[in-house]
T-cell receptor, first 112, second 113 residues
């Protein structure tokens, strides 16, 4: 079955540590996205990539980094510079401009 | 003014009721509109996708777009307890290289048996 796989489902991080969230899609989509979801704030865009080896900052990119070395993979690193990293992180993809986006099941990150 | 406004609710209805969920937007460049359903602690699931004014029906769900009023709606007929979730509207631009989707904050719906 085609879809988007995020791993792990739950992740715990100590303060000061970097952590990487995985996102893989087998839909052959060109564009991929990372969103952060906090209670009462909706989805906020962190980074997006329209094509391999290219990505753009979203609305809240500070403290995050990404790479897009393969079409099917778009990992997100939450660095120690991110002041409030505890959140639900969602990865999405679509075929490109104006097309519907599909989401993974999310990773819940907790800083302990 | 925010680009997309959505009443967060919560909205509580009895089983079998018709539910109306709405979003307004300010940017006339939006041409593609989506509705997602999100269960607690899960990723959003695409329900409806439209790219023109008018109605689109899929089973118990009807999406309505009124570009002249910058207003979109999702209607759920014969609502079921399994419809209890947060509903998100989303929209995107029609031109240029901006692939960004803009979301409403979501409406929390509870359907009571």
């Amino acid at each position: 079955d085609g879809g988007i796989t995020q791993s792990p489902k739950y992740l715990f991080r100590k303060e000061g540590q970097n952590v990487t969230l995985s996102c893989e899609q087998n839909l052959n989509h060109d564009a991929m996205y990372w969103y952060r979801q906090d209670p009462g704030q909706g989805l906020r865009l962190i980074y997006y990539s329209q094509i391999v080896n290219d990505f753009q900052k979203g609305d809240i990119a500070e403290g995050y980094s990404v790479s897009r070395e393969k079409k099917e993979s778009f990992p997100l690193t939450v660095t120690s510079a991110q002041k409030n990293p505890t959140a639900f992180y969602l990865c999405a993809s679509n075929r490109g401009l104006g097309t519907e986006a599909f989401f993974g099941q999310g990773t819940r990150l907790t800083v302990v | 003014q925010k680009e997309v406004e959505q009443d967060p609710g919560p909205l509580s209805v009895p089983e079998g009721a018709i539910v109306s969920l709405n979003c307004t937007y300010s940017n006339s460049a939006f041409q593609y509109f989506m509705w997602y359903r999100q269960y607690s602690r899960k990723g959003p699931e695409l329900l409806m996708y439209t790219y023109s004014s008018g109605n689109k029906e899929d089973g118990r769900f009807t999406a309505q777009v009124d570009k002249s009023s910058k207003y979109i709606s999702l209607f759920i007929r014969d609502s079921q307890p399994s419809d209890s979730a947060t509903y998100l509207c989303a929209m995107s631009y029609s031109g240029g290289s901006n692939y960004k989707l803009t979301f409403g904050k979501g409406t929390l719906l509870t359907v009571n048996p």
